[in-house]
C-alpha cells in the first residue's frame, strides 16, 4: 500500500527565504506526483503536476523536482512571500489504480 | 468561468438525518472524485466515477452513497449509518480517470450535533 509522508509538518521562515518542502512515498512505482496548495477552509488549489518520465516542473517561483528511485519529491520555493503561507499537500498517483495517496502536508508561514 | 462548485459551503444536520452535498463541474471532465479531509489527517477518497452511471468506492466509502447521472454532477449523500459525519468535504474533477491532473472545488463543511 502506497504512503506518503511529509516533512516538516510546519514550518516558519522569514519573508524573502528560498525554502524546499519534502515528500517521500514508499512505492516507486508511480505514474505520476501532483503539488497543491490549500489556505486554511479553501479547497485545494494544484500548483505542479510531474509525470513519472520527467524529473522537474518549474511555474514561477515554484520548482518541484521527482526522484522515483529513492521515492522523493521536492517543492523549491525561491524568494518567499507572506503569501505563499498555506498548507502544501503533496499526492501520488499509482500505477496499478486511478486514485491519488495524500501525504498530510506541510503548514507553512512566511513571517513580514 | 470554468471550475467546480460545492454547495452549501457551511452545513448543519442533526444525528440520524440523512444529508446530500451537491457537486457540479462545467470542465467537460470525465472523473469526478469526493474527498473527505478531517484536522490533522490527509485526505482520504470516499467515492469516485470514471464515467456517468459509473462509480467506485474509495478508502472509506462506509455511510455514503453518491450517484453520477449526468457528467457534470456527483453528488455525495451523507447517511445516518456514518458514524463521524462532522468533516470537511472536497469534490474533484480531471479529464480522464487518474492519469490527469486533478482540480478541486471549494469543499463543503458539514457538522452534525
Known amino acids: 500500500k502506497q504512503e506518503v509522508t511529509q516533512i516538516p509538518a510546519a514550518l516558519s521562515v522569514p519573508e524573502g527565504e528560498n525554502l524546499v518542502l519534502n515528500c517521500s512515498f514508499t512505492d516507486s512505482a508511480i505514474y505520476n506526483l501532483q503539488w497543491f496548495r490549500q489556505d486554511p477552509g479553501k479547497g485545494l488549489t494544484s500548483l505542479l503536476l510531474?509525470?513519472?518520465?520527467?524529473r522537474e516542473q518549474t511555474s514561477g517561483r515554484l520548482n518541484a523536482s521527482l526522484d522515483k528511485s529513492s521515492g522523493r519529491s521536492t517543492l523549491y520555493i525561491a524568494a518567499s512571500q507572506p503569501g505563499d503561507s498555506a498548507t502544501y499537500l503533496c499526492?501520488?498517483?499509482?500505477?496499478?489504480?486511478?486514485?491519488?495517496?495524500f501525504g498530510e502536508g506541510t503548514q507553512l508561514t512566511v513571517n513580514p | 468561468d470554468g471550475g467546480i462548485t460545492q454547495s452549501p459551503k457551511y452545513l448543519f444536520r442533526k444525528e440520524g438525518q440523512n444529508v446530500t452535498l451537491s457537486c457540479e463541474q462545467n470542465?467537460?471532465?470525465?472523473?469526478m472524485y469526493w474527498y473527505r479531509q478531517d484536522p490533522g489527517q490527509g485526505l482520504r477518497l470516499i467515492y469516485y466515477s470514471q464515467i456517468v452511471n459509473d462509480f467506485q468506492k474509495g478508502d472509506i466509502a462506509e455511510g455514503y452513497s453518491v450517484s453520477r447521472e449526468k457528467k457534470e454532477s456527483f453528488p455525495l449523500t451523507v447517511t445516518s449509518a456514518q458514524k463521524n459525519p462532522t468533516a470537511f468535504y472536497l469534490c474533484?474533477?480531471?479529464?480522464?480517470?487518474?492519469?490527469?491532473?486533478?482540480?478541486f472545488g471549494p469543499g463543503t463543511r458539514l457538522t452534525v450535533t
Open positions: 510531474i509525470q513519472s518520465s520527467q
Open positions: 474533484a474533477s480531471s479529464r480522464l480517470a487518474g492519469a490527469s491532473e486533478q482540480y
Open positions: 499526492a501520488v498517483l499509482v500505477s496499478s489504480g486511478s486514485r491519488l495517496t
Open positions: 470542465l467537460n471532465h470525465d472523473a
